[in-house]
């Protein structure tokens, strides 16, 4: 099992101490995770880049702010799918901010005909091939295709300083690729969307239900937990529950679902591993995943 706990460095209010950090730390952190706005931080104390940019601009920079940054440290955006919710800012962080978006053919394509995105992508548009690693600023970037009801939509996985972060969110049905790349995760941002339960039995109309729980919808807290019990090893470090509903989901249930899970082939998830719900709305602390 892992030895030393997982490092974290708390700055959700007010900005961060230049002695407190290492330029070379590996950090992430979430600014928003939800139907309201996706939008995570990941890089150094220097600069880095962002995946999903669902929230306004305005937000992006007080966020950034409070960690001693600003826009010119942000090398590139990386979109996972054309739904609003990660989208919402990229037209100005690309044309007003100068920032590269990058996106697969049929994300931009969704993108350009998407009327939440006010200022359409022009000079700052980039495009990359599903299963074609590329380099961003000593990153080595994998992708994979998800199944979800968008254009298109891609998880990512990012080596960097000899560890391995994932992200893969909106996941209406788990496939083979995703279920690989999981078992070789060091950190891990994963959906766990909704309890099945409080989805039933809750206020949504049938055919939304039915598109939340179709191969294109949207990820379980049971099915999260399943796949996990598949694809733990460990090295696994850091698991961050993301997309969770407001409505039909709760931070405690979800994360207590996926804890169950994993108990039941013996991880100690209060020893082994940071299991950690994220906010819809707050920016959670900052994590370090370099090697301790």
């Known amino acids: 099992m892992n030895s030393g706990a997982p490092s974290v460095v708390d700055v959700a ?43 306004s601009a305005r937000q992006i920079q007080r966020d950034l702010r409070s960690m001693g940054l600003d826009m010119s440290s942000i090398m590139a955006v990386l979109v996972t799918h054309d739904h609003a919710d990660h989208i919402r800012a990229v037209g100005t962080l690309g044309e007003r901010f100068h920032i590269p978006i ?40 994998n992708t994979f295709g998800i199944s979800h009801d968008s254009t298109d939509c891609v998880g990512y996985v990012i080596d960097y300083m000899g560890e391995r972060f994932m992200i893969a969110t909106d996941v209406g049905c788990p496939n083979d690729d995703l279920r690989a790349y999981l078992k070789t995760a060091d950190h891990l941002v994963i959906e766990a969307n909704h309890d099945e339960q409080m989805l039933l ?14 191969d294109k919808g949207h990820m379980s807290n049971i099915t999260c937990g399943h796949l996990l019990q598949e694809a733990y090893h460990k090295s696994m470090k850091h698991i961050f529950l993301c997309h969770l509903s407001q409505e039909n989901n709760d931070p405690e249930v979800a994360a207590q679902t996926v804890k169950d899970c994993l108990r039941e082939i013996g991880v100690d998830t209060e020893h082994d591993l940071l299991l950690m719900p994220l906010e819809r709305l707050t920016p959670s602390p900052i994590f370090t995943f370099s090697k301790q």
């Open 13 to 55: 209010v007010g900005t961060l101490s230049a002695d407190k950090v290492e330029i070379q730390d590996f950090i992430f952190r979430c600014f928003a995770s939800g139907s309201s706005g996706n939008c995570y931080y990941l890089g150094n104390y220097h600069q880095g880049i962002l995946i999903d940019a669902g929230i």
């Open 102 to 141: 990058y996106a697969t053919k049929e994300i931009h394509q969704g993108i350009d005909h998407n009327y939440g995105v006010q200022e359409k992508l022009k000079t700052s548009r980039r495009y990359f091939e599903k299963g074609v690693p590329f380099s961003l600023f000593g990153m080595t970037i």
């Open 201 to 214: 039995n809750g206020p949504y109309p049938t055919y939304l239900k039915e598109r939340i729980l179709s």
